[in-house]
């Protein structure tokens, strides 16, 4: 039975080296495509986006922050994300932001949107902080509104305690 299971494990082993080298052909393939749409199904692994657009800062900058239960404090990884929507947006100073809170504490809807609120605005104010324009931004608490999952595991709750970056098309046009 022992070696039954080594060699399954084995095996599992080599499939995942496998996989871990296509994923490398699946990269080489695609960033040497150069640019233009990919074919419908296609994984863009490795390719880079154009900087400045809202594909940019999405998936080079990020746009979520999470905060703790009943929390609207900035821990040190809501931070580091901070700081770079803050370097992106001075970079980049056509966009406007809308700033959405959302939670998923317990408590009352009001309690749940003045939670959301104060992450919001959390957020607005390090913004700020780090040198952008405040005209550029406005800041919303939604409660429980609009959650990602709904479910009673802590995992998944803490994903709607949220603050969401969203650009807002070109400030100067």
């Known amino acids: 039975m022992v070696s039954r299971l080594r060699r399954l494990a084995g095996t599992v082993g080599a499939v995942g080296v496998a996989a871990l080298g296509l994923a490398g052909c699946v990269e080489t393939v695609q960033t040497a495509r150069g640019p233009g749409p ?39 990884v809501a931070r580091e994300t901070l700081n770079k929507q803050a370097e992106w947006l001075k970079r980049y100073p056509r966009w406007k932001v809308k700033i959405q809170g959302f939670a998923d504490d317990p ?5 749940n949107v003045a939670v959301s609120a104060k992450r919001a605005q ?3 104010s390090y913004l700020v902080e780090q040198g952008v324009s405040p005209d550029r931004m406005t800041s919303k608490g939604y409660g429980r509104d609009r959650l990602v ?7 998944c709750k ?16």
């Open 122 to 124: 959390a957020v607005r």
């Open 38 to 76: 990919l074919p419908a199904g296609t994984i863009a692994v490795g390719t880079e986006t154009p900087g400045g657009g809202s594909e940019d800062f999405v998936l080079n900058v990020g746009r979520r922050t999470y905060f703790r239960e009943a929390s609207a404090e900035l821990d040190s």
């Open 107 to 111: 408590g009352s809807k009001e309690a």
């Open 158 to 173: 803490s994903q709607n305690r949220r603050v969401i970056t969203n650009l807002e098309g070109d400030r100067d046009l």
């Open 149 to 155: 999952r709904d479910c009673a595991d802590l995992s």
